[in-house]
């Protein structure tokens, strides 16, 4: 068996499109494919059992026998036994068919059925009726039916959901006994699901095979797992602590304003009478090329430019200079950048890192209270990284560090968030990961979210006003 | 011709200021900088310390500026370029000294009796001056006006770090003192305790000494175990190491860098920390080695001590300041044509943990030097906490240096006093140990002790963990390392 998708568009009854899928599968893989809810990964699946309008590009080498079982298929087929009952028309009690109806449609092999019957214990019910079955016998019945029909290709979407532990431990160890005979494609949404005979995961979103990994790739295989699980998680982004309050600010002021702003280096104008007023709950994005001086009006606002003693900036209800402290004006900040990431060159751990961001250091050196410490486990939760909540931060790799740094900047839930460039540096999977994680903080927070950004594909929703910088030439 | 402060002092206050310095605990320091609020204050200098501290300060909501010679400003020097491009305002000693309220003098020791000279005539009735360190106060015996309050400040780190700890949210530790002869309005220790505070210091714990504390504790570190013994060390490792025919590029960067990663140990967990990271016959060698340092040393270091308590060394010393500095650049550039300095680091991967194994006697000299600079400034009437923080605690810092750019990085980096006391050091310490190091051999520097069975002696390692971990610098170390975790959760 080699199967190969070419840049397939599938359509499902227009209410779904996988579009240009290329993907290929061959006897020696077994497959996990996965994904947010919605993102296709179904759909995916069911391509290989034929279903769906292939509106371009092509499919080939599917085998003749797919064993399917799906919560579609398992529906369509109690829904057929349902439409029989309908059309009776003749004035006796509708049986509907039995279930060693069902499992054998003809040419099974019948001993493996009864074999089957056995393990997942339906003996008593092979003289029910079908349709007579609770969903998780019914679930129990498809799969034996596609465990028995000795297909060239299992197609099994989430055959785990629903089981009782006795029965999904079964089914694993049987799926176990099947690897060598019949390559495997599984739908599975959880990681600790994966059997460990799976050779590969192919991961889905917005009807796009977004990413092919080989299993033995660990570094790969770990970033998928936060990816889905930011993805898929219920956790929201956790409270602010109400002990550790930012103080309240006038609402009838701006967060941020800027008066006819100069920075200059060497003689030289990088920035030249810039006026910028952000208000509250706006939502900003800066752009501009390197040089033009982003980073530097950036930190006129977080107070680390020395210049912002020489310029009239106003930020949080202080003037600038005038007897405030820098911490006094990173308390109303998060802040995130890869400069930042450079400096935080530490060995404090996980916890302790997201921590630091209610104190604005660099490491800690406050002794947290429980309910910070609850808070970070919270966040950490939502991250994925619970497990690691005491590995140095040093010891990370970068993206997850990017991550934990987001996170570390919004703990104190800010006025305002600071993004410079939140993706410089990282690889797709990564950039997806911080963009869904930022995603989730815009959602429902009242901080303002100023973002530098210069790449159409990382966008953030919710986004309304732009200030874009020009590069100015020296000597003008 | 000046006058040594410390000696017009009858005995019993020379102990009593020899023996002063308290650990002040972080709710020590509620008012925060509430002391400097609204006060104006003039730094004079803008070296790296001084650019350092200012920016903190005004960081921490201070009204800073900054005081240059006027040729220094008409010229655009870098002071001058320092200060202006960070955006403080920046004037002549007559423009700003008659305005401020407190006067920081962040030039180096020798320059101190003339800028004080000009400025003291300037300053304002009742005005604070702040030093940051005591060496014109104590060894020159600068009389300042009776309404000036006279204090010190002194974070114990370059001024890189001063920065840079300051910005992560931390601080370096500071040693803070009141010239008890200038406190009219006793009103120094508040001052004193807000500037600690507006430099970051308090997070990182304070040290509340004396003028003569610091200068005798200070100057008896820095000559010895902190520049001194690694500058004598580097030189005698280097040849020894190309004597026996190592290549001359491992053996240049061995000792580079490997004093930076065995003094890390030392940070972490005091001597015993560095020797554990030995293998056991190796720990017992290098204790072996350190005990016949010592005891070659010990006259060596007992001479220093001597000499800077009764004002010897610092009467030689501004004797060279008055003739132009003749000899200390000429040891400067002495050192400069030394082979270890000459060689630049060779292109090879060396491990953390083979600095160690292959440098044992660069441990033992360490080790050597620290207790023995402990030992003798406890000896001569200096507190603990002090004796600790001017040997073993600012060892790695100066280690770091040569980790940069070798001896000319650190004696770049150092005071005009550390530099001038590290040759005068070096020059007594090299004949000392030519006996010693005939009998070295790669094996303790170089190689390693390259055995097949590292097995040793039970009762003969109880002995010498013992030894190690008995030593009175473990037990202070201990204590302070402890109140530096409490605050350094980092670490």
């Known amino acids: ?476 | 011709m000046s006058n040594n402060y410390f000696n017009t002092l009858p005995l019993r206050e020379q102990l009593e200021q020899l023996a002063k310095c308290r650990f002040m605990d972080i709710s020590e320091f509620p008012d925060g900088v509430e002391a400097l609020k609204g006060k104006k204050i003039v730094v004079i200098g803008c070296g790296a310390q001084g650019l350092a501290q200012g920016m903190n300060l005004r960081d921490s909501g201070c009204d800073v500026s900054y005081t240059l010679r006027a040729a220094a400003i008409e010229e655009k020097r870098q002071s001058w370029k320092s200060a202006t491009e960070n955006g403080f305002v920046v004037g002549t000693y007559e423009e700003l000294i008659p305005t401020a309220d407190v006067v920081l003098n962040l030039t180096p020791d020798k320059q101190h009796t003339p800028v004080v000279n000009a400025v003291m005539p300037l300053m304002k009735e009742g005005a604070c001056l702040s030093y940051s360190h005591g060496f014109n106060i104590v060894e020159e015996g600068m009389k300042i006006r009776e309404d000036l309050t006279v204090i010190m400040v002194a974070p114990k780190c370059p001024g890189s770090e001063v920065r840079n700890e300051y910005v992560r949210g931390f601080g370096v530790p500071t040693l803070i003192a009141v010239h008890e002869d200038n406190d009219p309005k006793g009103e120094g220790l508040a001052l004193a305790k807000a500037y600690a505070v507006g430099t970051g210091g308090h997070k990182a714990g304070v040290l509340m000494s004396s003028f003569i504390a610091e200068v005798k504790s200070d100057l008896m570190g820095e000559q010895t175990i902190l520049c001194g013994m690694l500058q004598t060390g580097s030189l005698l490792c280097f040849d020894k190491m190309v004597e026996e025919g190592i290549d001359a590029g491992y053996a240049s960067k061995l000792i580079q860098f490997g004093w930076e990663t065995v003094t890390e140990a030392l940070k972490y967990g005091g001597v015993t920390n560095m020797l554990d990271r030995l293998s056991n016959p190796a720990k017992i060698k290098a204790y072996d080695l350190s005990e016949e340092l010592k005891v070659i040393m010990r006259p060596l270091y007992n001479k220093h001590q001597d000499d800077i308590i009764d004002g010897t060394f610092s009467s030689t010393m501004m004797t060279d300041w008055a003739n132009d500095d003749v000899n200390l650049l000429g040891w400067r550039a002495e050192t400069a044509e030394t082979a270890f300095e000459k060689t630049p680091a060779g292109d090879v991967e060396i491990s953390e943990q083979e600095y160690f194994d292959n440098g044992i006697l660069m441990v033992a000299m360490v080790k050597a030097g620290v207790e023995l600079a402990f030992e003798t400034m406890t000896a001569a009437g200096i507190i603990a906490d002090s004796a600790y923080y001017e040997s073993l605690h600012e060892t790695p810092l100066i280690a770091n240096t040569i980790a940069r750019k070798k001896l000319y990085e650190m004696n770049a980096t150092i005071s005009d006093t550390a530099e001038y006391g590290c040759y005068l050091y070096n020059h007594a310490c090299l004949p000392l140990l030519a006996d010693f190091m005939k009998d070295i051999k790669t094996d303790v520097i170089g190689k390693g002790l390259d055995l097949e069975d590292t097995g040793v002696d039970n009762a003969r390692l109880i002995e010498v963990n013992a030894a190690l971990r008995a030593h009175p610098v473990e037990a202070i170390g201990t204590t302070l390392r402890g109140h530096m975790a409490d605050m350094k959760k980092i670490v």
Not at chain 1, 54 to 76: R, T, Y
Not at chain 1, 99 to 117: A, M, T
């Open chain 1, 1 to 476: 068996m080699n199967i190969r998708l070419d840049n397939l568009t599938v359509n499902f009854d227009d209410r779904f499109q996988l579009d240009q899928i290329n993907w290929q599968l061959d006897d020696s893989q077994h497959w996990v494919v996965t994904g947010a809810n919605g993102s296709g990964k179904s759909a995916l699946a069911a391509v290989l059992a034929g279903a769906g309008e292939n509106l371009s590009g092509s499919i080939e080498g599917l085998p003749a026998k797919v064993g399917l079982v799906s919560f579609e298929a398992q529906a369509e087929l109690i829904e057929a036994e349902l439409k029989k009952d309908d059309a009776d028309i003749m004035d006796v009690i509708a049986e509907g068919t039995p279930v060693h109806e069902i499992l054998n449609p003809g040419n099974s092999n019948q001993q493996l059925i009864d074999e089957l019957v056995e393990k997942f214990q339906l003996q008593s019910l092979v003289d029910r009726a079908f349709r007579k079955l609770s969903t998780g016998e019914s679930r129990k019945v498809m799969l034996i039916r596609a465990l028995a029909s000795e297909p060239d290709l299992l197609v099994l979407d989430e055959p785990f959901d629903g089981l009782d532990a006795h029965t999904l431990e079964m089914l694993q160890e049987y799926l176990a006994t099947l690897v060598e005979t019949v390559p495997m494609v599984m739908v599975l949404n959880r990681f600790d699901e994966f059997p460990d005979f799976i050779t590969h995961i192919a991961y889905v979103d917005h009807g796009r095979l977004q990413h092919q990994i080989d299993r033995s790739d660990e570094t790969a295989y770990n970033e998928l797992y936060k990816l889905l699980h930011l993805k898929t998680t219920d956790l929201a982004v956790p409270g602010a602590d109400p002990d550790n309050d930012i103080p309240r600010l006038d609402s009838n002021q701006p967060l941020v304003r800027l008066n006819g702003i100069n920075i200059t280096y060497d003689g030289h104008k990088i920035i030249d009478s810039l006026d910028w007023t952000i208000e509250r709950n706006q939502h900003w994005q800066l752009s501009g090329p390197n040089g033009s001086g982003k980073t530097g009006l950036l930190s006129l606002i977080t107070g680390d430019h020395p210049q912002c003693y020489v310029n009239d900036i106003f930020v949080f209800g202080f003037k600038r200079g005038s007897g405030e402290s820098i911490w006094q004006i990173k308390q109303f900040i998060g802040y995130v950048s890869t400069a930042l990431q450079w400096e935080y060159k530490v060995g404090t751990g996980l916890r302790n890192v997201i921590i630091s961001g209610f104190y604005d250091s660099i490491g800690l050196y406050t002794k947290a209270t429980d309910k910070q410490k609850q808070i970070a486990d919270e966040w950490l939760a939502l991250l994925g990284m619970t497990d690691r909540a005491d590995t140095p931060f040093n010891k990370l790799s970068y993206g997850d560090q990017r991550l934990l740094l987001i996170a570390r900047a919004m703990v104190k839930h800010p006025p305002l968030l600071i993004l410079d460039e939140p993706c410089l540096g990282l690889d797709d999977m990564n950039r997806q990961l911080v963009l869904a994680l930022i995603e989730k903080i815009c959602a429902g927070s009242e901080t303002s979210v100023l973002y530098v950004n210069h790449h159409p594909e990382d966008q953030i929703k919710g986004i309304e006003n732009y200030l874009a910088l020009e590069k100015r030439e020296p000597g003008k």
